[in-house]
């Protein structure tokens, strides 16, 4: 603990020292030359008189100011991240305060040391916000959303988002308006309607940026999470067309019907129109994605491109970027994500959290720096009732609209439910960076309107959300559940959406579920086969699920078959008894390799409904690996320990072999841990492979050694079940291991010469 | 259609209602649907449920339609197929998908989940011999990939082995070594499900049903 406390002082103090250069520089760029530098700054000898006597050939120089921005961007955005390693590293703190309460305060803390000094302050550039810093989070945010939650409220969520933003603004506006006129004092006298109109149209905006940060770490189940998180991202249109409506109309001064209707064409167009943006840009994506087989390194630069493009190009024309982004993610990820090869998935999944984690914490220190700049004009009133107005306006808002969306929701939302969804309401960095970007003279409240909105999002970042996990916990809401997403609950989801399809079908009932049936089949006919390369495109969806099920055993197996261990050579099959047709599962060295091969060549799996969307998923699927590797290394103990009359136990044994141990015992998190377990007892059967040129009354046909492996997955599984067809081999059957005592000795003696040189030959294309 | 007659429908209907819990309108509106569909005869046949356009691009229709005709469904204890049904059957195995009413106590809910499970178990076990084996499992994953054209039969078989092993493990985790799993049963069968919320998702909103806009020249 001590350490820890070292290590942060070490890092304030750095921080200090940083920002005292960094400070020295505001946003706004002095002249260089005319400003006052410390004097650890010197310039190289620009204007040497002519006439000086000669000096001495300068070994060393120092030359500062012409790296002066980017050294100085650069130290910010290391000293962000130490900050973020340093917050993460004290364990029992992160539990407490959530990351964004952290920064702001660290923000604080180094903006009073920089004001202390006596420095300028670097301010939250608004340029560099809503260009820089945002769309990384949102495009992080927006690539990885889940669909299938997302689409099932999605009326839920355009209800809170469109009609929720126009209630809350408008009664906070109005009420505003009226706590001023009483009021009455000389700071509030120059608030008119339209001030507080767009006033709260500012700060009762929910911000995806605060509401991310929150959330991601209290887990709660995920029709919550989507509910609140696709509303901040949605309103963003509504937030858009508000500000810009009443910015106009105040500078204006009058408002007329006409004025009020193209306000609500606005609306539309500005929604609509980004998400038309964005899905243009989208497929654009999918199509280039298509051709880039040759040159993998450069497609996620494609993924990252396409989207900033489509973000920028919708704030060209003042339509919502975010929605712009988040749809161009949405649209392009099935199909990207089809084409592109493995390591570029992982590169643009790691580059967007990468991003995105930096921007936040960037935003949330400069946040804090921001505040201690000011200039800020204090009024209790308005602040107070600005502050009361935010919750009871919210509250009043999402009780409202529950009670009547709940009469069109088959899964209701309860009053727990509601109470977190005004609870995460939270307020944060984009309101700011709205009320700054108000002109000073047709707002000269603008100073009041600032503080006020610092005051509301301090209050909503520190108090709701560090109270808002016991309270979660107080109300025992339900927690995300564990993806424990099995091939049977997959066959039986999509069993069940043909079977409601065609029961609707046959009562004549033509709703929403016909319309995303009928898109369903539109897109595998039609887009699918456009946008995707190669047989990938004709693959549904339980296949691909089942592939990468698949691959992650055939990951596994991968990597602890390197260990050269080529000797099990038992007909090993597992086998699920049929009453009457003992049929055989057989599975040979050459699905490995099959499957190996598919890892090469189709990879991507997509892990659109398995992964969860959270920043810290990463972080998991680290520990997630640590625990495979231990867990192959006690495979391979296992192996070598226990022969041949073990075999018969040895898969059974598995199921409490130590990875589902330790996937039973690891609590907290969550998300995974079973997992590995359910993916464990399906990769015994590959462990347990039989070379081709198994005993002769196996049946087994020869075939498969002839078999030239194809790149597809059906050729893999044909071989798997090609040797599954030898029914009339051995009626026996038992749970994973269909072994004959007497034939033991007799496979041992047959390694299968060949099968090593495939192998060999497999880990070099592997190598590539 | 006299007076007489309709009192004796609305008896008929107050019965029905009482029985499969679907309200007076919606039972109106599915016997229409169903006079629609049996061309305004007493009982419905195979066939009539061919006519209906809808269900064409549907992978696993004639388990759908076989559902119709599954004795199981209807509520009693027999086992078996019949030929044609009549409106009371329709309406019972057609109450498999009212959707979940608000205040349940816990036993409800799970007494509404299982008869749901149940109808969808008895639509996999075609045999009626209370599991699912793995012939009959697979045959579901075939039918629920028929759809898309380049699917193999081993792909289909892969599949389906690999989710029975899934189910075997879940259910009877460790397994002696002479043991053989048989098949699913029911109880196996709600186990595995546990984490999906059929009860919520399983319904219809049957009071949309619009027996105006049922379009006939396209049947």
């Known amino acids: ?768 | 259609m006299g007076s007489s007659q309709s009192a004796q429908e609305e008896q008929e209907y107050r019965a029905l209602a009482e029985r499969t819990g679907f309200s007076l309108d919606q039972i109106r509106n599915l016997h229409k649907r169903f006079k629609h569909l049996s061309h305004d005869e007493e009982t419905l046949r195979k066939e009539d449920f061919d006519e209906i356009s809808d269900l064409t691009p549907n992978p696993i229709r004639s388990q759908i339609i076989d559902a119709f005709f599954d004795k199981r469904n209807f509520g009693g204890n027999e086992v078996g197929r019949v030929q044609e049904i009549g409106f009371r059957e329709f309406l019972t195995v057609m109450s498999h998908f009212r959707p979940l009413r608000q205040n349940l106590t816990e036993e409800g809910i799970e007494r509404i989940r299982r008869e749901k499970l149940r109808f969808l178990f008895n639509m996999h076990d075609k045999d009626s011999d209370g599991t699912i084996t793995l012939d009959e499992y697979r045959s579901v994953v075939e039918e629920l990939l028929s759809s898309s054209a380049a699917i193999e039969i081993e792909t289909a078989t892969a599949i389906a082995d690999a989710a029975m092993l899934e189910v075997a493990s879940v259910t009877v985790g460790e397994m002696a070594p002479g043991q053989v799993y048989e098949g699913i049963t029911f109880e196996h069968f709600l186990e595995i499900l546990k984490g999906v919320e059929i009860e919520a998702k399983m319904h219809v909103r049957f009071l949309n049903v619009d027996t105006t806009t049922v379009r006939c020249g396209k049947l």
């Open chain 1, 1 to 768: 603990m001590g350490m820890n406390w070292l290590l942060w002082s070490v890092l304030l103090v750095f921080l200090v020292f940083g920002s005292v250069p960094v400070g020295s520089d505001a946003g706004s760029d002095p002249d260089p030359d005319l400003h006052p530098d410390p004097p650890r700054d010197p310039h190289t000898p620009q204007h040497t008189p002519p006439h000086t006597p000669r000096r001495t050939f300068p070994v060393l120089t120092v030359q500062f100011q012409t790296v002066r921005k980017p050294f100085e961007s650069a130290l910010w955005i290391l000293l962000a991240s130490l900050l973020k390693l340093g917050f993460h590293i004290i364990p029992r703190f992160s539990s407490v305060v959530p990351e964004s309460c952290v920064l702001i305060m660290v923000g604080l803390l180094v903006g009073a040391l920089i004001k202390l000094l006596g420095e300028t302050l670097p301010v939250l550039d608004t340029q560099l916000f809503f260009l820089v810093l945002l769309p990384p989070i949102i495009l992080d945010a927006g690539y990885f959303l889940p669909i299938r939650p997302f689409g099932e409220n999605l009326g839920t969520i355009l209800v809170f988002a469109v009609v929720g933003t126009l209630w809350n603004s408008f009664f906070m506006g109005v009420v505003l308006y009226g706590v001023c006129l009483l009021e009455g004092s000389s700071q509030l006298a120059g608030v008119d309607l339209l001030a507080c109109l767009l006033f709260s149209s500012i700060a009762s905006a929910v911000d995806p940026v605060a509401v991310l940060a929150v959330f991601e770490e209290i887990h709660i189940h995920e029709l919550l999470h989507i509910l609140v998180f696709g509303e901040s991202l949605l309103n963003d249109a509504v937030t858009v067309v508000l500000y810009h409506l009443f910015e106009e109309f105040a500078m204006m001064g009058e408002v007329t019907l006409v004025d009020v209707f193209l306000g609500v064409l606005c609306f539309f167009v500005v929604a609509l129109g980004g998400v038309l943006v964005g899905a243009v840009y989208g497929l654009l994506a999918a199509i280039t994605s298509r051709f880039t087989s040759h040159t993998r390194v450069i497609e996620p630069l494609f993924v990252f491109l396409y989207s900033y493009m489509a973000y920028l190009s919708a704030e060209v024309f003042h339509l919502s970027g975010i929605m712009a982004l988040i749809a161009c993610g949405v649209v392009m990820r099935p199909y990207v994500e089809a084409n592109i090869s493995h390591k570029s998935y992982t590169t643009i999944k790691y580059f967007l959290k990468m991003w995105s984690s930096l921007s936040e914490t960037l935003i949330f220190i400069f946040l804090g720096v921001s505040t201690v700049a000011g200039p800020h004009t204090w009024n209790w009133t308005f602040v107070s009732a600005t502050i009361v107005l935010c919750l009871l306006s919210r509250v009043l808002g999402v009780a409202g609209l529950t009670f009547f969306i709940n009469k069109f929701r088959m899964v209701k939302l309860t009053g727990k439910d509601q109470f977190i969804v005004a609870y995460g309401g939270l307020r944060g960095a984009i309101a700011f960076s709205l009320a700054f970007l108000l002109s000073a003279e047709h707002f000269p409240m603008k100073n009041l309107f600032l503080t006020a909105i610092i005051t509301v999002v301090f209050f909503t970042v520190f108090v709701q959300g560090m109270t808002i996990r016991p309270l979660v916990d107080l109300l025992a809401v339900k927690k995300k559940k564990e993806t424990k997403f099995t091939i049977n609950e997959e066959i039986h989801t999509q069993f069940l959406e043909h079977v409601l399809v065609g029961i609707e079908g046959v009562c004549g009932h033509y709703g929403h579920r016909h319309w995303k049936d009928k898109l369903g089949r539109l897109n595998a006919s039609y887009l699918r086969r456009w946008l995707i390369v190669g047989e990938r495109s004709q693959e549904p969806q339980l296949i691909s699920f089942y592939n990468r099920l698949e691959l992650e055993q055939a990951l596994l197996v991968a990597e602890s078959g390197t260990a050269g261990r080529l000797t099990p050579a038992l007909p090993s099959s597992a086998s699920l008894l049929a009453e009457k047709q003992k049929s055989v599962m057989n599975v040979s060295k050459e699905r490995e390799q099959r499957i190996r091969k598919i890892l090469r060549a189709n990879l991507q799996k997509t892990s659109q409904r398995l992964r969860s969307y959270s920043r810290h998923a990463l972080f998991l699927e680290e520990e997630e690996e640590d625990d495979w590797n231990e867990m192959k290394l006690q495979k391979q103990r296992l192996e070598m320990g226990r022969r041949m009359s073990h075999y018969l136990t040895v898969p059974a044994n598995w199921q409490e072999s130590p990875p589902l141990r330790r996937a039973k015992t690891e609590s907290g998190n969550q998300v995974k841990e079973s997992r590995p377990s359910a993916a464990v007892s399906v990769p015994i059967v590959s462990v347990e492979s039989v070379p081709p040129s198994a005993p002769a009354d196996s049946g087994m046909s020869p075939d498969k050694t002839a078999d030239s492996p194809p790149q597809t997955v059906g050729g893999a599984l044909k071989s798997l079940a090609g040797s599954g067809r030898g029914k009339g081999r051995k009626p026996s059957v038992t749970f994973a291991l269909d072994v004959d005592e007497q034939k033991l000795p007799r496979c041992l003696s047959d390694p299968g010469p060949n099968k090593i040189d495939e192998e060999d030959e497999e880990h070099r294309e592997w190598e590539v």
